[in-house]
């Protein structure tokens, strides 16, 4: 069993940042790929980025490519989500999760087995 828990979310003009965090608990931290997701108003939860056990691999959505950048210290047990040149529309609640350990598919929600929850993330234009 995995618990996270999200912090670093509020609100922020369009062009800033912010520092996403998801603290776990457990010894066995590094043994999941994570990801973060995210949820607007009115629409589905999407994918954001997601990274491997080791941190070698990092995985982005096309519409946060080149301004997020998601990292991880297991030490810590903690994965981050730094977020640049934000805009309003990435605006939503986001989710950190832990992918099962037989996943294969970073992209996908429902290979997902531990998700927090969520922070809020508003962006003002």
């Known amino acids: 069993q995995v618990q996270l828990v999200e912090s670093g979310g509020g609100l922020v003009q369009a062009g800033g940042s912010l520092r996403l965090s998801c603290a776990a608990s457990g010894r066995t931290f590094s043994s999941y790929a994570m990801g973060w997701f995210r949820q607007a108003p009115g629409k589905e939860r999407e994918f954001v980025a997601a990274?491997?056990?080791?941190?070698?691999?990092?995985y982005y959505a096309d519409s946060v490519k080149g301004r997020f950048t998601i990292s991880r210290d297991n030490a810590k047990n903690t994965v981050y989500l730094q977020m640049n040149s934000l805009k309003p529309e990435d605006t939503a609640v986001y989710y950190c999760?832990?992918?099962?350990?037989?996943?294969?598919?970073?992209?996908?929600?429902?290979?997902?087995?531990?998700w927090g929850q969520g922070t809020q993330v508003t962006v003002s234009s």
């Open positions: 999760a832990a992918q099962f350990p037989n996943g294969h598919r970073v992209t996908i929600i429902h290979e997902y087995a531990y």
């Open positions: 990274i491997s056990r080791n941190g070698g691999r990092q």
